[in-house]
């Protein structure tokens, strides 16, 4: 069990780092354990935080939808932000890439810049 939490801190790391070395990806608090609080910003536009909200909420409702992973929302300091929490004994550093892909992926499609 010990080595679960171990590996799924240094997991939420690496999505961690992904986000903050992204310009259209925005952590929206600290990394605590497992859980990383991030939001997309699309490349290009500047949106309201109502708006950033919205977008953020269907991002959420079209990954599950496409059954590749889950990223419910949650509010952080007021903002609607993605909510990855990492607990499953499969996940590996591409979990956290294809995570940070979806994000992107829908995040564009919704925007429509794909």
Known sequence: MRDLVIRCHRLAGVLDGIVQAADDLELLAPTSLSIVNFRYLPPGQTLADAELD??????SAAIGQSGEAHAP??????????????LHHDNDEDDMEHLAALVRRFGAQLCGQE
């Open 73 to 86: 929302t949650t509010r952080v300091n007021g903002r609607v932000s993605l909510r990855a929490c990492i």
């Open 54 to 59: 919205d977008l953020n909420r269907r991002i």
